[in-house]
């Protein structure tokens, strides 16, 4: 179980640095050292995965591989790899807040690609062995990247015939052929990975725990489903039969629209679920804890027709349930899961999480419609839970009370005793630290009284998400301090 503590929420993205968006450098330590600073023991971050169309981290290119975006390009300028000068000329630190995704496609992939050319000659044998130790997942990666390069970067399912099958003839010629290719791939991972260990031993070092994310679904065009399509429901040409979804909900009227591939549960149970072992095993070598998107799809999901417009008509399919946690728990041993339990919760799902024993979620902003008795409601927590102000999909707290009609704003402020010499924003957070749930969580715009303008997503929509960065120098001194008082205050 999560002992009592609070955490602060931003994405490793939204950090602030030099180079188009954050990463692994030292601004990344800086935060850690505010954490430590402000009395906090969780690092909460979304999925670290290769982004691609919509830039969004719950639609990555690959279940297991790490965002090239990521790597600090310093470690390149101190190793001789790269100079400052080619790295002042792509002008990644250009108006990067918001984060420009297409430039660093072009400048920051382009100075990477580089910094391979000069280093692969000294890192020959490191980079083998590294892709040996992570062959299973790391080869069909580097392999579909370098294929999706030569293809024009369109989606697997659109490259020619030849290449659609991951064990094809015409696939294994290609391996063979461009092998420099392949290898930046691994190159990418290597820095990745080793970069990221070393930020997450500083902050654990500083008692900060990190918590990782792992969305339910991959992508259409990633590297699983095209390696994996045993896994998948798809038919003869690699299209969805089905793909996933939500119904409609508060956040959207026609419900959301993922269009991730349906999961093949009875072929992945024929196997003992070993492709999601092997996947919650890599995950437990990023982070200390983790987060289960979308957990409630694990007893029933929604699926749509391949197709679809809106995720409006659809149907609720049996998910594996305990059995695939129970698989997971027989080979992995006891784990530290948060399961995001938001949205339309049958007997089933509560029954299910009952059963798993990890702890859901309480989102405040969810808590005070005025006609209803809220189970998000501070008094109805339980200590096996985790309460947060808001989440990335929810707007700034901010942006929240200027939106939510005037009675559930006054029932806000009733209930929590807003008032604006504390500060309408620490009045929420003051109310999730002060709850019996074990860890409460706000994103680090709250803290900052950001507007909407500082909100990373909205549900449903593409474009304009995922883009806004931390500034340095709002990290102050005088907000760790109000951080850690009340941190302390309420035993956390």
Known sequence: MIQRSSGIMLPVASLPGPYGIGDFGKSAYHFVDF?????????????????????????????????????????????????KIEVAKAKLDKDSNPIDYGHLFKAKMGLLRKAYKRAKLNLEGVLGDFLKAREDWLRPFALYMAIKSAQGNKAWSEWAPEYRAYESPAVKVFETAHKDDICFWVFTQYFFEMQWQKLKHYANQKGVQIIGDLPIYVAEDS???????????????????????????????????????????????????????????????????????????????WEVNYGAETAAVGKWVKGPGMKLFSAIHNALGPLKIIAEDLGFLTPEVKTLIEAAGYPGMKVLQFAFDPDVESDYLPHHAVQNAVVYTGTHDNDTIAGWLDSIPKREFMRAVNYLKLNYDEGLNWGMIRGAWSSTANLAIAPMHDFLNLGSEARINVPATIGNNWTWRLAESELTPALAARIRELTALYGR
């Open 223 to 301: 590297a699983d489903v095209w390696a994996k399509p045993e896994y998948f429901r798809l038919d003869k040409n690699g299209k969805p039969l089905k793909i996933s979804g939500v119904p409609p909900d508060d956040f959207s009227v026609t419900g959301q629209l993922w269009g991730n591939p349906i999961y093949d549960w009875r072929a992945m149970k024929k196997d003992g679920y070993k492709w999601w072992i092997e996947r919650f095993r890599h995950s437990f070598t990023l982070y200390d804890v983790l987060r289960i998107d979308h957990f409630r799809g694990f007893e029933a999901y």
């Open 35 to 83: 954490l430590e600073a402000s009395g906090q023991k969780n690092w909460q971050i979304l999925p670290l995965g290769v982004t691609s169309y919509g830039d969004s981290p719950y639609q990555c290119l690959s279940a297991f591989a790490g965002n090239p975006y990521f790597i600090d390009l310093k470690t390149f300028i101190e190793l001789g790899y790269l100079s």
